[in-house]
């Protein structure tokens, strides 16, 4: 079974704090994706790293960056945490192509 | 007032009983529709798809059916159990991009 970890269920931070959030996963997919998921607007898309060292902004990606070092790895990065920046995050990964995509746990993050 | 995008549709059925959940996409070019389910405390979790040039996919308990005509999406569930009971989210996948475009999510309670 595809298996995709987060580093943190649970994270609160305060505001101004750079904050990472971690991803691995263990099927040797290509694709990774974060997202942010909040009640009631579904899950939108921030970053999407393609290959190591390969991203693409989301549909969401003002406030955050990712870093992908390592094909398993995909971390986001929050440079100075902002309230509004409160929310579950998940990251899911997928083979090129595949439009099923895995998802983690999700990190729930909450910025005082 | 309130955003609409704050409420999740809840649908409440009774154990035993069939399940419809609706949804409604935006994009005539889209690929594939996906279904995915997120249980309490979880990450989403792929239920079934469907292709464009397709009608109804069935699987196991559950059908997806697809109307272009209107742009909708429905995900029956067949005998609906306690552990159904989860948001269910529709996505679709636009042709020849790694993106999925998720709606807001249905509340799925069953009640025993």
């Known amino acids: 079974d595809v298996k995709v970890t987060q580093s943190s269920r649970y994270l609160v931070k305060r505001t101004g704090e750079k904050v990472f959030l971690e991803c691995v996963q263990d099927m040797d997919h290509e694709n990774m994706f974060w997202y942010r998921q909040d009640p009631g607007l579904g899950l939108r898309l921030i970053y999407f790293s393609y290959d190591v060292k390969m991203k693409e902004k989301g549909d969401i990606p003002e406030g955050y960056s990712v870093s992908r070092e390592k094909k398993e790895r995909f971390s986001l990065i929050l440079e100075s945490a902002s309230t509004n920046q409160t929310s579950m995050y998940l990251c899911a990964s997928s083979f090129p192509g595949d439009h099923e995509q895995y998802f983690g746990p999700g990190t729930r993050l909450t910025v005082t | 007032g309130e955003s609409v995008g704050l409420h999740l549709p809840t649908l409440s059925v009774q154990e035993g009983d069939n399940s419809i959940i609706n949804c409604a996409y935006s994009?005539?070019?889209?690929?594939?529709f996906i279904w995915y389910k997120q249980e309490s405390g979880k990450g989403p979790q792929f239920i079934i798809d469907?292709?464009?040039?397709?009608d109804k996919r069935q699987g196991q308990r559950v059908t997806v059916l697809l109307n272009k005509t209107v742009k909708h999406l429905s995900l029956q569930i067949a005998a609906t159990q306690p552990g159904d009971s989860a948001v269910y989210f529709c996505a679709e996948n636009p042709a020849s991009s790694y993106k999925l475009i998720f709606g807001s999510g249905t509340r799925l309670l069953v009640r025993p």
């Open positions: 994009n005539s070019a889209s690929d594939y």
């Open positions: 469907i292709r464009s040039n397709m």
